[in-house]
T-cell receptor, first 114, second 119 residues
Framework: KAGVTQTPRYLIKTRGQQVTLSCSPI?????VSWYQQTPGQGLQFLFE???????NKGNFPGRFSGRQFSNSRSEMNVSTLELGDSALYLC?????????????FGPGTRLTVL | AQKVTQAQTEISVVEKEDVTLDCVYE???????LFWYKQPPSGELVFLIR??????QNEISGRYSWNFQKSTSSFNFTITASQVVDSAVYFC????????????????FGKGTHLIIQP
């Protein structure tokens, strides 16, 4: 089975722009979670989607949003980018969809905001 | 609130030495799950182990072993006869029980331990 894939792998944006990141889960996985990793804050939970519904959201401003499609693929969007949004964004998928399932991570998208 | 502490920021050992990575957690739940992940320089988090709060048996997988002690809220990870390929950042993580309608709060990660294995 193919693993979790994320596109693009690298992005460079400037402050004020918006960005969309994509994640394709492992086939059959319906839960997709997003995490932000920075040197200062470490790994932090952004949100989780299951069957096209956001079930939970971490402590991030409304500029961070996401969605999930019927094929379980997910996108996250960050609007009005700030320098502090520079980070590695990791997507994870799990089955069958409980919060305590093992989450399998993709390679991440490294976002640099200039 | 749940919390995971990995007090060792960086550990450096010579190849073939044994090394233990510490993980201490805090949770109010009686049902929870603990995880270890490995993050090589490529960035992808690689799953190593998942353990639920009701199973305190130690586990061994090849050169890897895990010691779970609820009495001290610890879930330590030992690599025996370390190899250069073990060099990575290792994360311990906690997930509390999923409640119907409550969704998933995601994994709570420790800050990670950077393990350097010198040849």
């Amino acid at each position: 089975k193919a693993g979790v894939t994320q596109t693009p792998r690298y992005l460079i944006k400037t402050r004020g722009q918006q960005v969309t990141l994509s994640c394709s889960p492992i086939s059959g996985h319906r839960s997709v979670s997003w995490y932000q990793q920075t040197p200062g804050q470490g790994l932090q939970f952004l949100f989780e989607y299951f069957s096209e519904t956001q079930r939970n959201k971490g402590n991030f401003p409304g500029r961070f949003s996401g969605r999930q499609f019927s094929n379980s693929r997910s996108e996250m969007n960050v609007s009005t980018l700030e320098l502090g949004d520079s980070a590695l964004y990791l997507c994870a998928s799990s089955w069958p969809g409980q919060g305590t399932d093992t989450q399998y991570f993709g390679p991440g998208t490294r976002l640099t905001v200039l | 609130a749940q919390k995971v502490t990995q007090a060792q920021t960086e550990i450096s050992v010579v190849e073939k030495e044994d090394v233990t990575l510490d993980c201490v957690y805090e949770t109010r739940d009686t049902t929870y799950y603990l995880f270890w992940y490995k993050q090589p320089p490529s960035g992808e988090l690689v799953f190593l182990i998942r353990r639920n709060s009701f199973d305190e048996q130690n586990e061994i997988s090849g050169r890897y072993s895990w010691n779970f002690q609820k009495s001290t809220s610890s879930f330590n990870f030992t690599i025996t006869a370390s190899q250069v390929v073990d060099s990575a950042v290792y994360f311990c993580a906690l997930s509390e029980a999923w409640y119907s309608g409550g969704g998933a709060d995601g994994l709570t990660f420790g800050k990670g331990t950077h393990l350097i294995i010198q040849p």
